[in-house]
């Protein structure tokens, strides 16, 4: 039986978080899978709307669209795709417009070459705008333990970014 | 963690324009009809309160008896008291204590009464689901609900000709009753019965005391003992609110009773709910009534209500020989808010218990 309490809110629930969770599915698996992706995470909810928790919906949510992406696609598939993409993206910022598209580009094409594991962890805090709480939920791991992976996923995106040829103003890590 | 604030910064000012979507498309999931979300198991939520449409919702409805039967409010002969019934059904449960299995599997229905539109006619339709839910007693397996939607049909004869007057429509509107007595804006729903549909939830909180969730392992171990199941009880009052009652004597009544019809627990748990019930306040006897399957028990009854859905009587039939619940039913006792338009009387929603075992056996795909 429909219900329609459910329904109004479930259709709310879409409206405010179909844009994060696409978003977190284009960083995630490209923007080819991303609309599946999408519509698969919300068909997931749907279906435990009575069991999700209300009161902080989206890192459930991307918590549900980390495992649809995982059980559906490729991971080797999944990480040339994003790659090629950020790289895209990299080169379709013009170097010479402005510093701060110059830093952009280079942000991107380090992020490129970072694993899937340390794109997911810097992803989720600086585009995702969760939470390092938040995030760790995402990806069912303690508060703690996502905290020591970003801090590590850090120095790697320093590492990488000081490593392109693209002028920067990225200081090296301190330690 | 303070180390390297430029690069995260740097970060989230490269955040690619190509995450954002270019609108918003359709909602990918047909939320009206076809995949209902999956089962609430709160109890309190059978209380088709202000936030809470009835379509969902669902209590018992305990039938009065026809002849050779007494009615349920009427005095019978010798009746039981309310607190020889509950201490009846005490000592009986007592000994009726759950087997060894891994899973507890129920089989229930329920039904609920929903006001439904066609053009410009509403009618009262009752819409029954019935369940098999098996639950994990140790956590360690996911539980499964196979619920099968049998369908809706006019709660009345005035009501059943009012549907046949729209046309007999197999598609009706159903809106969510307003707090100030109007119906919400009507969605489609299909009155045809459904296939049977199973849902796994690795989710051990299936159950809620009030407001607190609790989770199978939490029921397993649940006291005997009727004031150290006050105790346990108590521990999850949070004040109430919204569909639970907000007076705690009134939660303790609502919580306690949901022991014995919505969430399986042992006999002698389920003793320690009734002698429990049995030491509060605003508990009657009904005499003999019979659940919405006609099977015949002692009727206890409470009241409950609010402004949001006016004064409501919530019936129990217990098979005293047993100890266990046969069904349990809300009626309308003052029509107010969401149930302004029902009559006094109405059943708004019910549920029978049909089965109640544990099994080792392994679960229905």
Same mark, same amino acid.
């Given at each position: 039986?429909?219900?329609?309490?459910?329904?109004?809110?479930?259709?709310?629930?879409?409206?405010?978080?179909?844009?994060?969770?696409?978003?977190?599915?284009?960083?995630?698996?490209?923007?080819?899978?991303?609309?599946?992706?999408?519509?698969?995470?919300?068909?997931?909810?749907?279906?435990?709307?009575?069991?999700?928790?209300? =009161?902080?919906?989206?890192?459930?949510?991307?918590?549900?669209?980390?495992?649809?992406?995982?059980?559906?696609?490729?991971?080797?598939?999944?990480?040339?795709?994003? =790659?090629?993409?950020?790289?895209?993206?990299?080169?379709?910022?013009?170097?010479?417009?402005?510093?701060?598209?110059?830093?952009?580009?280079?942000?991107?094409?380090?992020?490129?070459?970072?694993?899937?594991?340390?794109?997911?962890?810097?992803?989720?805090?600086?585009?995702?705008?969760?939470?390092?709480?938040?995030?760790?939920?995402?990806?069912?791991?303690?508060?703690?333990?996502?905290?020591?992976?970003?801090?590590?996923?850090?120095?790697?995106? =320093?590492?990488?970014?000081?490593?392109?040829?693209?002028?920067?103003?990225?200081?090296?890590?301190?330690? | 963690?303070?180390?390297?604030?430029?690069?995260?910064?740097?970060?989230?000012?490269?955040?690619?324009?190509?995450?954002?979507?270019?609108?918003?498309?359709?909602?990918?999931?047909?939320?009206?009809?076809?995949?209902?979300?999956?089962?609430?198991?709160?109890?309190?939520?059978?209380?088709?309160?202000?936030?809470?449409?009835?379509?969902?919702?669902?209590?018992?409805?305990?039938?009065?008896?026809?002849?050779?039967?007494?009615?349920?409010?009427?005095?019978?002969?010798?009746?039981?008291?309310?607190?020889?019934?509950?201490?009846?059904?005490?000592?009986?449960?007592?000994?009726?204590?759950?087997?060894?299995?891994?899973?507890?599997?129920?089989?229930?229905?329920?039904?609920?009464?929903?006001?439904?539109?066609?053009?410009?006619?509403?009618?009262?339709?009752?819409?029954?689901?019935?369940?098999?839910?098996?639950?994990?007693?140790?956590?360690?397996?996911?539980?499964?609900?196979?619920?099968?939607?049998?369908?809706?049909?006019?709660?009345?004869?005035?009501?059943?000709?009012?549907?046949?007057?729209?046309?007999?429509?197999?598609?009706?509107?159903?809106?969510?009753?307003?707090?100030?007595?109007?119906?919400?804006?009507?969605?489609?729903?299909?009155?045809?019965?459904?296939?049977?549909?199973?849902?796994?939830?690795?989710?051990?909180?299936?159950?809620?005391?009030?407001?607190?969730?609790?989770?199978?392992?939490?029921?397993?171990?649940?006291?005997?003992?009727?004031?150290?199941?006050?105790?346990?009880?108590?521990?999850?009052?949070?004040?109430?609110?919204?569909?639970?009652?907000?007076?705690?004597?009134?939660?303790?009544?609502?919580?306690?009773?949901?022991?014995?019809?919505?969430?399986?627990?042992?006999?002698?748990?389920?003793?320690?709910?009734?002698?429990?019930?049995?030491?509060?306040?605003?508990?009657?006897?009904?005499?003999?009534?019979?659940?919405?399957?006609?099977?015949?028990?002692?009727?206890?009854?409470?009241?409950?209500?609010?402004?949001?859905?006016?004064?409501?009587?919530?019936?129990?039939?217990?098979?005293?020989?047993?100890?266990?619940?046969?069904?349990?039913?809300?009626?309308?006792?003052?029509?107010?808010?969401?149930?302004?338009?029902?009559?006094?009387?109405?059943?708004?929603?019910?549920?029978?218990?049909?089965?109640?075992?544990?099994?080792?056996?392994?679960?229905?795909?």
């Amino acid at each position: 039986m429909a219900d329609p309490e459910a329904a109004e809110e479930f259709t709310a629930l879409y409206a405010d978080h179909h844009r994060r969770v696409y978003a977190y599915a284009v960083a995630r698996a490209g923007r080819p899978l991303a609309d599946e992706v999408v519509a698969e995470t919300f068909l997931v909810a749907w279906r435990s709307f009575a069991k999700m928790p209300r =009161a902080a919906p989206l890192p459930w949510l991307l918590g549900v669209a980390r495992n649809v992406i995982r059980e559906r696609h490729r991971a080797e598939e999944r990480h040339r795709t994003v =790659a090629a993409e950020l790289r895209q993206w990299a080169n379709a910022a013009e170097p010479d417009v402005a510093d701060g598209v110059a830093e952009r580009a280079a942000v991107l094409t380090a992020l490129a070459t970072l694993s899937e594991h340390d794109r997911e962890t810097l992803t989720l805090i600086a585009w995702d705008g969760l939470s390092p709480r938040a995030a760790a939920r995402v990806v069912n791991c303690s508060t703690p333990a996502f905290l020591v992976r970003l801090h590590r996923a850090r120095n790697r995106l =320093a590492r990488a970014v000081a490593a392109t040829d693209q002028p920067t103003v990225i200081k090296e890590p301190s330690r | 963690m303070k180390n390297h604030p430029d690069v995260m910064t740097a970060l989230a000012e490269a955040r690619p324009a190509q995450l954002d979507p270019s609108g918003t498309p359709p909602l990918p999931v047909p939320v009206w009809e076809g995949t209902a979300p999956a089962r609430r198991f709160r109890p309190a939520l059978l209380i088709p309160a202000g936030a809470l449409a009835a379509v969902v919702a669902a209590v018992v409805v305990a039938v009065s008896v026809p002849e050779p039967g007494p009615a349920p409010d009427t005095e019978v002969a010798r009746p039981l008291t309310a607190s020889q019934l509950l201490l009846t059904a005490a000592e009986h449960s007592t000994t009726d204590a759950f087997g060894s299995g891994k899973y507890v599997v129920t089989r229930s229905e329920e039904g609920s009464t929903i006001t439904v539109g066609a053009g410009t006619a509403t009618y009262e339709m009752t819409a029954k689901t019935s369940y098999e839910t098996w639950l994990s007693r140790s956590g360690n397996e996911s539980n499964r609900v196979i619920s099968t939607k049998l369908g809706m049909t006019p709660l009345t004869p005035a009501d059943d000709a009012a549907w046949r007057a729209a046309g007999s429509p197999h598609e009706v509107l159903v809106g969510k009753p307003l707090p100030d007595g109007k119906l919400g804006p009507g969605y489609p729903v299909s009155i045809d019965a459904g296939a049977p549909e199973a849902n796994s939830s690795d989710n051990p909180e299936v159950y809620a005391f009030g407001n607190t969730n609790v989770t199978v392992r939490d029921l397993e171990k649940l006291p005997a003992d009727p004031e150290a199941l006050r105790a346990r009880l108590l521990k999850s009052w949070d004040g109430g609110g919204g569909d639970v009652p907000t007076d705690r004597q009134q939660w303790l009544l609502s919580v306690a009773s949901s022991l014995l019809t919505d969430i399986p627990v042992s006999g002698p748990v389920r003793a320690a709910a009734f002698r429990l019930i049995a030491t509060l306040p605003g508990v009657r006897s009904l005499g003999v009534v019979a659940d919405q399957h006609g099977r015949r028990g002692q009727g206890f009854a409470f009241t409950t209500g609010n402004a949001t859905y006016g004064s409501i009587e919530q019936r129990f039939v217990i098979d005293t020989a047993t100890g266990r619940a046969l069904g349990r039913e809300t009626r309308v006792v003052q029509a107010a808010g969401t149930t302004a338009r029902l009559d006094p009387g109405s059943v708004l929603a019910y549920s029978v218990v049909l089965d109640q075992r544990t099994t080792d056996e392994a679960p229905p795909k």
